[in-house]
């Protein structure tokens, strides 16, 4: 069945420095891709998503490109911010009309 | 515009009782959507409802089940509750359901403690 398998935290950046948290997929057919961000307290927001292989998603400084040929979805930023502190999470929106999420990967940017 | 509300947002049941949470969807949102947090599964589907019909249904036994109104509030139920069942239950609305493609706006959720 359709899966995500995302990158273990808890990662701890300083701020500017650059950040990869890996993402990984199982699926079948051409599923759509995303990234969804948790801040403390509150629910889940949209961060990016990509509807196709090749396609870049950026928001915020943040970008993911849907890679078919090694099935992943790695989200990436130049340059952390203390705000960036969250807790991010893969998906995936697959055939079967629901959401694979990966099980989150915890960010903490110190000053 | 107001954002997908969810009550209660804590309470705290003792096994074998039932549960029923609430959720106020975006308003012209016809779909509401049910996820599971917990630290060892992460985030997975219960249901998905649209205008009063589940449109599909996540890996999960009877105990859950959920229900929509004519004004798209949908609420979960959960009976006999169980130790495992502890979780952030999540809910998530969008204008024409998850299929689409369009975004989901999720609410900050109900935290469910079973002692």
């Known amino acids: 069945g359709d899966s995500v398998t995302q990158m273990e935290g808890p990662v701890t950046l300083s701020e500017e420095a650059f950040l990869t948290i890996n993402c990984t997929y199982t699926a079948t057919g051409y599923p759509s891709l995303f990234w969804y961000v948790q801040y403390p307290g509150e629910g889940l927001q949209l961060l990016l998503k990509a509807t196709k292989a090749d396609d870049k998603g950026s928001n915020k400084g943040f970008e993911a490109t849907y890679r078919k040929e090694t099935t992943s979805f790695h989200l990436e930023k130049g340059s952390v911010q203390v705000s960036d502190s969250a807790v991010y999470f893969c998906a995936l929106l697959g055939g079967g009309n629901q959401f694979y999420f990966g099980t989150g990967t915890s960010l903490t940017v110190i000053p | 515009k107001a954002g997908v509300t969810q009550t209660p947002r804590y309470l705290i049941k003792t096994r074998g009782q039932q549960v029923t949470l609430s959720c106020s969807p975006i308003?012209?949102?016809?779909?509401v959507s049910w996820y599971q947090q917990t630290p060892g599964q992460g985030l997975q589907f219960l249901f998905e409802?649209?205008?009063?019909?589940?449109?599909n249904k996540g890996n999960f036994p009877g105990r859950f089940s959920g229900r929509q109104f004519s004004n798209s509030r949908s609420e979960m139920n959960v009976s006999t509750l169980e130790l495992g069942d502890s979780a952030l239950y999540l809910c998530?609305?969008?204008?024409?359901?998850?299929?689409?493609?369009?975004?989901?706006?999720f609410g900050e959720g109900s935290w469910l403690t079973v002692v």
């Open positions: 409802y649209f205008s009063e019909t589940q449109r």
């Open positions: 308003s012209g949102h016809r779909s």
């Open positions: 998530a609305s969008s204008p024409f359901g998850v299929s689409s493609g369009n975004t989901i706006y």
